[in-house]
């Protein structure tokens, strides 16, 4: 696990504009300050933005494999402050294809300034297959809750955010609340229910996945080839002759989409701006 200090650009031009116009007005001289130079001003800059300390590589899940073990890592940015504070687990999109949990720093940077923890986290994307990447949810939300003292989170206020299929992951998690189908691995002591979701352009049913767009897009993504019947089926050369290949694409996409699981529960409120 490694620690790093950020600071923001702003208070680093900051301090160089001071450098450069206060004389006079420097603070008294510390001599005992490492490098310290004979005959030269201390000046004090205050911090401008709120100030975030980078905690990466922290690992959340270890996945047991036939000969090997992989771990998934997340990336979490804490504010530096002694109150509790609200949670934000952020997944990345990338079309099923890749978790890139580093990306969008600026979003997310921008978050942990307001006040927010924020965990970017990677998951399983294809060759693996459903549910695999609800599963890598799930247990984020439980690492953190097992683990909110050491990061000032608040276990009562935890949402996720995502991006594309990111938000559709961040979407499963909202409409899974309570479910434990999807809990497996560590922490099952801990609850993996969400107090809020954000979803940036998530999709919601896979089922109709190009509907509205012209002819083409829609036979892509009829294909048994498409990112989305990857992740649904695996590759398509693991059914065999005559095995009702778009039947059980059609039944698993079910299980994947959001819609399914918003049906059997409480209304959820939906907000857009």
């Given at each position: 696990?490694?620690?790093?200090?950020?600071?923001s650009?702003?208070?680093?031009?900051?301090?160089?504009?001071?450098?450069?116009?206060?004389?006079?007005?420097?603070?008294p001289?510390?001599?005992?300050?490492?490098?310290?130079?004979?005959?030269?001003?201390?000046i004090?800059?205050?911090?401008?933005?709120?100030?975030?300390?980078?905690?990466?590589?922290?690992?959340?899940?270890?996945?047991?494999?036939?000969?090997?073990?992989r771990?998934?890592?997340?990336?979490?940015?804490?504010?530096?402050?002694?109150?509790l504070?609200?949670?934000?687990?952020?997944?990345?999109?990338?079309?099923?294809?890749?978790?890139?949990?580093?990306?969008?720093?600026?979003?997310?940077?921008?978050?942990?300034?307001?006040?927010?923890?924020?965990?970017?986290?990677?998951?399983?994307?294809?060759?693996?297959?459903f549910?695999?990447?609800?599963?890598d949810?799930?247990?984020a939300?439980r690492?953190?809750?097992?683990h909110?003292?050491?990061?000032?989170?608040?276990?009562?206020?935890?949402?996720?955010?995502?991006?594309?299929?990111?938000?559709?992951?961040?979407?499963?998690?909202?409409?899974?609340?309570?479910?434990?189908?999807?809990?497996?691995?560590?922490?099952?002591?801990?609850?993996?229910?969400?107090?809020?979701?954000?979803?940036?352009?998530?999709?919601?049913?896979?089922?109709?996945i190009?509907?509205?767009?012209?002819?083409s897009?829609q036979?892509?993504?009829?294909?048994?080839?498409?990112?989305?019947?990857?992740?649904?089926?695996?590759?398509?050369?693991?059914?065999?002759?005559?095995?009702?290949?778009?039947?059980?694409?059609?039944?698993?996409?079910?299980?994947?989409?959001?819609r399914?699981?918003?049906r059997?529960?409480?209304?959820?409120?939906?907000?857009?701006?």
């Amino acid at each position: 696990m490694k620690i790093n200090k950020i600071l923001s650009s702003a208070t680093l031009l900051y301090g160089m504009s001071m450098a450069m116009s206060v004389g006079s007005c420097a603070t008294p001289v510390q001599t005992n300050l490492p490098g310290y130079t004979p005959g030269a001003d201390i000046i004090s800059v205050s911090p401008t933005r709120n100030q975030v300390d980078l905690i990466g590589d922290v690992v959340y899940s270890q996945i047991k494999g036939t000969r090997s073990v992989r771990q998934l890592h997340m990336s979490v940015l804490v504010p530096r402050t002694n109150d509790l504070k609200p949670a934000i687990i952020y997944y990345p999109g990338g079309g099923f294809m890749s978790s890139e949990h580093d990306k969008f720093i600026e979003m997310r940077m921008a978050l942990a300034e307001a006040g927010f923890v924020v965990a970017a986290v990677e998951y399983r994307t294809i060759p693996d297959t459903f549910p695999a990447p609800v599963e890598d949810g799930k247990a984020a939300i439980r690492y953190l809750r097992e683990h909110a003292s050491n990061y000032g989170i608040d276990p009562q206020r935890i949402g996720v955010l995502g991006d594309s299929a990111g938000g559709w992951l961040a979407q499963m998690m909202g409409t899974t609340n309570g479910d434990k189908t999807f809990d497996k691995g560590d922490f099952l002591q801990q609850s993996s229910d969400v107090q809020a979701v954000a979803t940036l352009y998530g999709i919601s049913d896979l089922l109709n996945i190009g509907e509205g767009f012209p002819e083409s897009v829609q036979e892509v993504h009829r294909s048994p080839a498409v990112t989305e019947a990857l992740m649904i089926n695996g590759p398509a050369f693991r059914n065999f002759c005559g095995s009702p290949h778009h039947s059980v694409k059609r039944k698993s996409a079910k299980r994947q989409s959001n819609r399914t699981y918003e049906r059997s529960k409480t209304p959820i409120s939906y907000y857009a701006w």
